[in-house]
C-alpha cells in the first residue's frame, strides 16, 4: 500500500508556471506506475499524464502536451508534473495516484486504487 500527499499547488497567472510534487509513503514506490489527474468543477477526473515504474515511458492528455512534464525520483518517493505557459482552462484540482500495474502505463483512473488528497490550482487572467 501506499499513501500520497500533494504539494505545490496555488494561484498563478496565465502563462506561468507550478510544479506539483507527490511525496509517497512505503517501501515499495517503484512498483507503481504513477499519473496525475485534474478535475475542474462540474466535470469528470480526467488524467493529465502518466509515467511508468521506471519512468521510461510517459503519457500526456493533448491539452497539456508540450506545456507539462511528468517525472519520478524514486530514490526519493516523489513524482513530479511541471506545468509551464499555464492557461485558465488548467484550473482544477489536481490528484496524484498511483497503480500497481507492473511494467505498464494507463490512462485510465478505475486502475489507480490510491490517490491524494487533491491540491488546488488556480490560474488567473
Known amino acids: 500500500q501506499v499513501q500520497l500527499v500533494e504539494s505545490g499547488g496555488g494561484l498563478v497567472q496565465a502563462g506561468g508556471s507550478l510544479r506539483l510534487s507527490c511525496s509517497a509513503s512505503?517501501?515499495?514506490?517503484?512498483?507503481?506506475?504513477m499519473g496525475w489527474f485534474r478535475q475542474a468543477p462540474g466535470k469528470e477526473r480526467d488524467i493529465v499524464a502518466a509515467i511508468t515504474l521506471r519512468g521510461d515511458k510517459t503519457y500526456y492528455a493533448d491539452s497539456v502536451k508540450g506545456r507539462f512534464t511528468i517525472s519520478r525520483d524514486n530514490a526519493k518517493n516523489m513524482v513530479y508534473l511541471q506545468m509551464n505557459s499555464l492557461k485558465l482552462e488548467d484550473t482544477a484540482v489536481y490528484y496524484c495516484?498511483?497503480?500497481?500495474?507492473?511494467?505498464?502505463?494507463?490512462?485510465?483512473?478505475?486502475?489507480?486504487?490510491?490517490w491524494g488528497q487533491g491540491i488546488q490550482v488556480t490560474v488567473s487572467s
Open positions: 512505503g517501501r515499495t514506490f517503484s512498483s507503481y506506475a
Open positions: 495516484a498511483a497503480a500497481p500495474i507492473g511494467w505498464e502505463i494507463t490512462v485510465a483512473s478505475t486502475r489507480y486504487p490510491y
